[in-house]
């Protein structure tokens, strides 16, 4: 069987539930262009699709469109309507966490963040003031302290995994929760209260302090939030069984590595 997959705009969702299909030995191509000939030569049992609000792919062919989009398609699944029994809640695609001990300095940091600091930039001075090894990436320039440039999001693991605190701007941030659990990093929660959040960060830098989330533990996360259980689920709910097997048994073999 094979899976096409047009990217109408970059989405890191739908890119990890495509992972895991490849993962389970599946062939899969990528196209960015509808070029109705390359798709025909390629001849997809399955074409997995972000164009938003099309109920099925347009251009036709004898092959099972699967739509990550608002439409109402039998076939479309949603990352937005909480109500729809196809939405999908924020889950986990898992990378890479092994680093070799050479490479070590390069992800290692005090106290991490992927975004712009700006949002709670007044609540830093402590990182400025005690000269706390603070990295930030973003893609956008910043002439501040602590900004690396941009980060492959394949290497967000080993960052998470080997910085003494990752921060996160706000409890609703929960697929960035998830990461850094399942990364083994250790999450320290912007509320809005200044002193309390200076307070946990020096805690985190200094007494190697761990944090831990309520209703969220890495076991939980592995073992129901994955891509793999996303990605499995999304088959076996339009019929195509023998994916979906097969996905749930290459997600035993790739998760025992975050135990």
């Known amino acids: 069987m094979k899976i096409l997959y047009y990217i109408d705009s970059h989405d890191s969702r739908v890119n990890g539930i495509v992972e895991t299909i490849k993962a389970a030995g599946y062939t899969v191509g990528y196209l960015t262009e509808l070029d109705q000939k390359s798709i025909y030569e390629f001849n997809p049992d399955v074409i997995v699709h972000n164009i938003p609000n099309a109920e099925k792919f347009p251009i036709d062919g004898d092959f ?8 109402k398609s039998k076939n479309s699944f949603t990352f937005a309507d909480e109500s729809s029994d196809r939405y999908i809640s924020p889950f986990v695609s898992l990378k890479e966490i092994h680093v070799d001990k050479k ?4 992800y290692r940091s005090d106290v991490l963040y992927f975004g712009s600091p700006y949002s709670f930039n007044e609540c830093l001075n402590i990182i400025y003031e005690k000269k706390i090894k603070f990295r930030f990436f973003h893609h956008t320039p910043h002439n501040i302290y602590g900004y690396c440039g941009m980060c492959n999001t394949d290497e967000y693991f080993k960052h998470y995994r080997y910085a003494k605190a990752s921060i996160v701007n706000g409890l609703n941030d929960r697929a960035r929760l998830q990461d850094i659990i399942v990364a083994g990093g250790n999450p320290v929660i912007f509320l809005g209260d200044k002193d309390d959040f200076t307070s946990r960060l ?10 831990t989330i309520d209703g969220m533990s890495k076991r939980d996360i592995l073992n129901k939030n994955t ?8 088959f076996k709910k ?10 749930e048994q290459v997600k035993q073999k790739m998760i025992g590595k975050y135990r």
């Open 64 to 71: 099972i469109s699967i739509n990550f989009n608002e439409s």
């Open 103 to 106: 490479d070590l300095d390069k």
């Open 202 to 211: 020096e805690k985190a830098v200094y007494e190697d302090k761990k944090y």
């Open 227 to 234: 891509a793999f259980d996303v990605s499995a689920n999304i």
């Open 238 to 247: 339009i019929g195509l069984n023998k994916i979906s097997k097969d996905i």
